[in-house]
């Protein structure tokens, strides 16, 4: 690793609160750190990691939220750490300190990887926030080398947002909360999903008060980055929603394996629109005037052949 810590301490020693927001592949990171950015006007840094070579997610942040940080083409925990050095540099380097700073992992980052960082110069950890999709917390299909990895994501968090419980019965979601019980037993969870978020729920994520030292074990092999394969799709734009459909179902064909997500922004004769996959679930969201932004390869992320 590259980074080195500073020599002096910033903003005559005062430490800016940090929460990490982890989670797999589309589990609703940056839609619920969408909401809480919506909740506050507090000045907050954000730090937005994707994998793909281009940033989406940076993108729909800072369409609401000026002070968002890129970081692109890798992942934080392990192959973009000189990238996530120059990010925390770069606040450092401001006069004035933000009143926190939220960085979104990448869906394949090991919380436990960048925990040290919350404590570099100048920072301190807030805490781990964890978000979990019910569907992906059940799913039987998973492979088994990819399933650990997200239990070892969760055994990080001091709080867990579960999300889609709006797309799931009474059942699953109480399978879902069982699951969680055995493998972070200590976490609160908080109901995320859309439309059945309590009041100030997600607010807690600013207010963790300290991270409770990590039980995720060592799990030797492949890293979740290295069980994932990203491709940027070109796309002769622009297409009808036919058109869109058409495309997303011939991406196996194209990109070969499980494909975990990909999302992008299309232009199509009513304009453009967000393009969002995560497993089997599709969404085409059109862009409001003042959200329009050019139109992007779409980024697509598979499960490594073979996995
Ligand atoms: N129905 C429903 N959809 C959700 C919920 N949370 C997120 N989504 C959708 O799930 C998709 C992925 O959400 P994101 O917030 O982009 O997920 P992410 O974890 O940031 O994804 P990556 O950064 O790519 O790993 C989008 O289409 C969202 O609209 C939820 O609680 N309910
Ligand atoms: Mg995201
Ligand atoms: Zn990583």
Redesign the pocket.
């Known amino acids: 690793m590259a980074y080195q810590e500073p020599e002096f301490l910033p903003w005559d020693g005062r430490r800016v609160p940090i929460t990490f927001v982890g989670?797999?592949?589309?589990?609703?990171?940056?839609?619920?750190?969408?909401e809480i950015l919506h909740e506050t006007d507090r000045p907050i840094a954000v730090i937005v990691n994707?994998v793909g070579a281009i940033n989406?997610?940076a993108a729909?942040v800072k369409r609401r939220h000026g002070d968002t940080l890129e970081l692109t083409d890798g992942c934080v925990c392990c192959s973009a750490v000189d990238g996530f050095g120059a990010a925390f540099d770069q606040i450092r380097a401001r006069p004035e300190p933000p009143d926190h700073v939220i960085v979104?992992l990448?869906?394949v980052a090991e919380p436990a990887n960048v925990v040290p960082w919350g404590s570099s110069a100048g920072f301190l950890l807030d805490g781990v926030v964890v978000?979990a999709?019910v569907d992906q917390l059940l799913d039987a299909t998973m492979p088994e080398w990819i399933r650990i990895h997200l239990e070892r994501q969760l055994a990080e968090a001091d709080l867990v947002v579960l999300?889609?419980?709006?797309?799931a019965d009474a059942a699953a979601i109480e399978a879902a909360r069982a699951r969680l019980g055995d493998i972070a037993p200590t976490a609160p969870i908080v109901d995320?999903?859309?439309g059945?978020r309590e009041a100030g729920a997600l607010g807690r994520f600013l207010a963790l008060g300290g991270h409770r030292s990590g039980d995720a074990a060592r799990v030797p092999g492949p890293t979740l980055f290295d069980l994932h394969e990203v491709n940027s799709v070109p796309v002769d734009g622009p297409l009808d929603r036919a058109g869109i459909e058409a495309l997303l179902d011939s991406l196996p064909r194209h990109i070969g394996g499980h494909i975990a997500?990909a999302?992008g922004v299309i232009q199509t004769p009513d304009g453009p629109v967000l393009v969002?996959v995560?497993g089997q679930?599709r969404?085409v969201?059109p862009l409001l005037p003042r959200e329009f932004q050019d139109p992007t390869d779409l980024v697509v992320?598979s499960v490594s052949a073979g996995v």
């Open positions: 989670g797999y592949l589309g589990a609703g990171k940056t839609t619920a750190i969408n994707d989406v997610d729909l979104e990448s869906g978000v999709a999300t889609k419980t709006d797309l995320g999903g859309r059945r997500r999302k969002q995560v679930r969404e969201t992320i």
